[in-house]
């Protein structure tokens, strides 16, 4: 019996539809469109599929958009410099530096000079510390989407075991924080590449959320039968297999045992991108004054 597809592509275009609705009337109301500085260094080929993603459907959400590229070969200073200059200009509100970064930059310093009030990823510790204390300034962008979709598929998680698999600055552990959350209220296991008898400890969750960055890695025998799986993998997979994108979960095998399923792509992706519309409004909500913070 196939599992129900959950759909996050429909879920993104409600999401985003009501985004584009609150920036009507944000324009309207201040006269201020809100704008997103996405900030890109080097020529990673995944990177640039991502950032194009953004900006399109900023433009769709009346979002306004810029790119900063700089070369893969930019200094640490350099980056720095430019997010400075982002972070001083009153027209850019939310500001994005896309991941990974070329190896000579150290991302924790680069995210970390971010102002906290324009961190539309919420990676900022002041941002991470707010999120942890149940009291988010912006919600995450790949963890939110993912509730989102949950919550679309009407799949509970008050009653329910949660089992995340992947413990990364970006997803897991906020992901672990979201499912905690008052409101949420799930039980939540995090586990990942160290974990012991990790099938067993996937098998006990109601909700499976895969977040490894490994291919197919999870399989039929992880999933507890009725089981809600969300992929969150986006792996490119070398032409010997065919190329294209693969998530983290063996999709065919799964689909037979888990009780819903998202699709890669189609799933969580999309939700990344709308979230982060929402965020970049909030953000500009917060820099405009007489807005509520
Ligand atoms: N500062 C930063 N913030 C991020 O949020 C961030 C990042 N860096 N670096 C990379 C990851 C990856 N990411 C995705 C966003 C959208 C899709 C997306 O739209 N995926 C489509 C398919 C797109 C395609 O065709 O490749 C889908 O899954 O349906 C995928 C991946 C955000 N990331
Ligand atoms: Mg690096």
Redesign the pocket.
């Known amino acids: 019996m196939p599992a129900r597809l959950i759909d996050?592509?429909q879920t993104a275009a409600a999401y985003r539809e009501r985004v584009k609705a609150d920036v009507a009337a944000f324009t309207q109301k201040t006269g201020v469109t809100p704008h997103l500085a996405a900030v890109v260094v080097g020529e990673n080929p995944?990177?640039a599929?991502?950032v194009r993603?953004?900006q399109r459907a900023c433009e769709q959400a009346g979002i306004g958009s810029s790119l900063h590229a700089l070369p893969e070969s930019a200094s640490q200073a350099d980056l720095l410099a430019l997010v400075q200059d982002l972070n001083a200009d009153p027209a850019v509100h939310g500001i994005?530096?896309?991941?990974?970064l070329p190896g000579q930059i150290d991302e924790r310093a680069v995210l970390d000079a971010v102002a906290p009030l324009k961190d539309v990823?919420c990676?900022h510790p002041e941002n991470v510390g707010l999120l942890s204390q149940g009291r988010p300034r912006f919600a995450p962008?790949?963890p939110a989407g993912v509730m989102e979709l949950l919550a679309a598929a009407e799949v509970p998680t008050a009653s329910a075991r949660a089992v995340v698999l992947g413990r990364s600055e970006?997803v897991g552990k906020p992901m672990a924080m979201l499912l905690l959350a008052r409101g949420a209220d799930a039980t939540v296991t995090v586990c990942h590449s160290r974990t012991a008898d990790l099938a067993a400890v996937c098998r006990e969750a109601d909700v499976l959320i895969a977040a490894i960055g490994r291919a197919k890695f999870l399989t039929a025998d992880m999933v507890k039968p009725g089981a809600a799986v969300i992929d969150v993998g986006?792996n490119r997979l070398p032409d010997s297999e065919g190329g294209g994108?693969a998530g983290d979960v063996d999709y065919d095998a799964v689909n037979e045992v888990a009780g819903a399923l998202t699709p890669?792509?189609?799933?969580?992706?999309?939700m990344?991108?709308a979230v982060?519309l929402r965020n970049t409004l909030t953000a500009a909500e917060l820099q405009t004054a007489g807005e509520p913070g």
Do not use: E
Not at 96 to 100: G, I, K, T, W, Y
Not at 264 to 270: C, E, L, N
């Open positions: 996050g592509k995944a990177s599929v991502y993603n953004k994005l530096v896309q991941l990974p990823d990676f962008c790949t970006i986006i994108l890669v792509p189609g799933g969580v992706g999309p990344t991108v982060l």
